[in-house]
């Protein structure tokens, strides 16, 4: 055994000459990029419904004036496969495929890209004063862009989803275009997920928010972090894209020792959307970096500060909001079909709204065809919102 | 099966002159994979019984606590707790601090593998395009839990500070922490399948 080691060292020393680490010339270092790992969670499925897992230092006040900790109890916990049926038959499910894993990057500032809508300037007239008068507004052109929206000549550190594609993309709502087809998640790739968390209010009464989505995808989402020199702190940019065929959330309240609210609580207090996503843009790199701050009184504070310099010349801060509204990913939340208590809607929409039947005095009442107390509040959209200013903070009550 | 491995031993041994162990050229060597893993089991408990900092106080009322004692039960409740780890980090220059604090429990686990997989097939059709070697942590089937609890805040002083306390007496009355949200498990928590780990540029 020595001796075979022996002679491996010799056969080593014999060869180094051809194994020698080499320095990198300067230009071949310039091209060696910032690099980090890839992962997919393969055949996943988490379920918590085991665990007692309790949620504290959330306060009430009982009707003495006393304040106390309101124990919130999170359960039906629960991460599986599309077609689970609010988690009642969980399955495994991948998530993120091998050609556009979750990404752990450190990359440069000036090659990062955020997919962006395309928006240009147009100008109408109004009437203001009794008069005509031009206005310009910033309306989406139709198209997306690949932008740069981190400044340059940092490290930024990236935590990404899988991206969504200016071509060859999948739908990321299945049977809705208008989530868009640039999703690079697989349909199979969609995941069930819910959890209900219960509020002991206290008085004997526990109010239940229960939320469970289907087939959700969240292509596109990413949280970039760097240190800003000039501020002297840690900032980043965030977007975070949610898709669901389906999101049901339930509000009810039931009597403390009750497991459950009755079914026809439940129906009522629930909130069908169907087709929904939201695309929730917090910062941009360049000129409005989203701040994660704690302040010196020790309460959190989270701030979008304007994005023009204040200081600079006119013809800066033009080019700096110009650049702003050009380029900024905007936020945008969208129900396809939102109903409150009916249930929910089949493939095609409701067929009839439910006719409105008359009661014994005569008056119109709402409910007719066993559909009593719902409300459908068709489609609902925010689109192309951007923040100016945002300022959150904490406060000790 | 066993019969082949003991031909393969006997042959061996027949010919130990062969058996010596050889220098591996280059090209052999890269043609060489790594297999195995490892699977592991185990319990780990943090601070179960509390940390070096603190001790435990009589009573749940800061005011009456020591200059060594804390308690992390949470506001209102009858009974004393122990602390658990505390974690701050400041992210500005002459910011304030994001605690994790209070953090304890016991948790095991049975089965997580750590092995290397190669993938050129399966996935949708995406395995054989890929063609590599990946990383593969395989999930417990069950991580349980026994008293978990941590707590998410933010504060204005790194290290935790009794505010009820003068200065005095080892407290310091402009110590503000306000905590987000704590959080307690208890039981099993079911995860199942693999993370896979690869290098991306």
Known sequence: MMRSIGFGFLVSFAACSSAEMQELADEELSTVQGAGFGFVLDSIMLDASGANITINDIERVRSDGIKENMPVKLSEFYLSGSGSNKGANKTPVTLGRLNHPFTVTLGKGEEMRALSDTWELRSKVVREGGANKTVQYWAPSGASQWVQTTPSNVAVLTLAFPERMTSGGSSCISGYAGAGLNCSSDPSGRADLGMRFDFSVGGGRKDILDFDLAQLTMDGSYLRLWGDNSRKQLVGEALINIFAKNLDISACTAPEASANCTSAAALAGTMYLTNAYANISLGYGKSQPLQFDVNSNGQFVLELSNPVNTAGTAAQRNAQAADFYANTPRTNLVFDNMNIGYGRPPANGFANMPGAALNSNGQAVVGGGGMSWGYNFGRNEISGLSFNYLKVTSRDL | ?201
């Open chain 2, 1 to 201: 099966m066993i019969s082949k491995v003991w031909l393969a031993i006997s042959a061996l041994l027949a010919m130990p002159a062969f058996a010596e162990m050889q220098a591996l050229d280059d090209d052999t060597l890269s043609s060489m994979n790594g297999q195995g893993g490892v699977y592991l089991s185990g319990e780990f408990s943090i601070n179960k019984d509390g940390g070096v900092l603190w001790s435990k106080p009589a009573s749940n009322n800061p005011s009456t606590w020591t200059a060594g004692q804390r308690s992390c039960a949470t506001a209102g409740a009858s009974t004393a707790e122990n602390c658990g780890m505390r974690v701050a980090i400041r992210s500005e220059a002459d910011g304030g601090w994001y605690v994790l604090d209070n953090l304890k429990g016991v948790f095991s686990f049975e089965g997580l593998t750590l092995r290397t997989r190669t993938i050129n097939s399966g996935f949708n059709g995406d395995g054989a395009a890929f063609n590599q070697d990946v990383l593969e942590f395989g999930l417990p089937n069950e991580v349980k839990f026994k008293d978990g609890s941590f707590a998410f805040g933010v504060a204005n002083q790194g290290g935790w500070q009794n505010k009820s306390l003068s200065v005095a007496n080892g407290g310091n009355p402009s110590y503000q922490q306000t905590n987000i949200f704590s959080a307690k498990i208890d039981g099993t928590i079911r995860m199942q399948g693999n993370v896979l780990i690869f290098p991306q540029n």
